[in-house]
């Protein structure tokens, strides 16, 4: 028999173990204030080979749920879209919100591997609304620039001319920034130029950007790309297959 100060140890032992881990199914009872005792009599029939073994079971128990749970998808609550430019069906039954960078590489690389495929199969039949909102980081010095100048565009030209001069921005920004090109693009597509240059200088479109970021820092975006979709928080320059997971899930229960 083992002396008290061993029991006592063991009861100690065992009971926080089981309390952290949620495995008092292996003993076959509920805990409560007044289940030490109730337990001392398994204790003192274990071997100490046993009372290891479930001591391990326990902590093996706790680690998995940690492992879970850190696994586990972030999802934020809210609208995140704002007033910003929507590309697809805004009625669809899935939103995917991108927190970006025109700058950003990995934004790039998003844009030139994996948003044709959503747009092929989500957006382009409805079954997502995309909107892009603007994350520049500040040692990416033509990222601010450059969505001003979008938002610019979209504020005369609307949501298509919008996505339209995201696209050439992304598409042109691996050479460097050209505002030049960029404006006489945006005039093509109906954008008056002297309104151009002056909504390029106005404050409101700078807090506009400021706003945007707030809300991605709100969400829980540090860095670009960062994605909620329907909330659910992605982050990085995610393959295809991760967000077609998350969509169909989301479809399903729509």
Do not use: W
Not at 86 to 115: H, K, M, N, W
């Amino acid at each position: 028999m083992m002396d008290n100060n061993i029991k006592e140890l063991k009861n100690a032992i065992v009971f926080a173990a089981l309390i952290i881990s949620g495995s008092l199914i292996y003993f076959g009872m509920q805990y409560n204030s007044s289940s030490t005792s109730a337990a001392s009599p398994i204790i003192d029939s274990m071997t100490d080979e046993e009372f290891n073994e479930k001591i391990a079971e326990g902590i093996d128990a706790y680690i998995a749920k940690q492992i879970e749970e850190k696994n586990a998808p972030k999802v934020v609550e809210g609208d995140f879209t704002d007033d910003d430019a929507i590309l697809g069906d805004p009625d669809a039954p899935v939103t995917i919100v991108e927190f970006s960078d025109f700058q950003c590489p990995y934004c790039v690389r998003f844009y030139e591997d994996t948003l044709p495929e959503l747009k092929e199969k989500y957006i382009d039949t409805g079954k997502v609304k995309f909107v892009y909102r603007d994350f520049p980081l500040s040692f990416h010095k033509a990222a601010t620039p450059a969505a001003i100048l979008a938002e610019c565009t979209a504020e005369q030209a609307g949501d298509e001319a919008y996505y339209k001069i995201h696209d050439k921005i992304f598409d042109t920004i691996s050479s460097g920034y050209d505002e030049d090109a960029l404006i006489a693009y945006a005039v093509e597509l109906g954008v008056d130029e002297n309104e151009l240059k002056t909504c390029l200088e106005d404050e409101d479109m700078a807090a506009e950007i400021r706003a945007d970021i707030k809300d991605g820092q709100s969400a829980g975006i540090s860095g670009t790309p960062g994605f909620l979709v329907n909330g659910q928080v992605l982050s990085g320059a995610q393959p295809f297959s991760a967000f077609e997971s998350i969509i169909e899930n989301e479809l399903s229960n729509s």
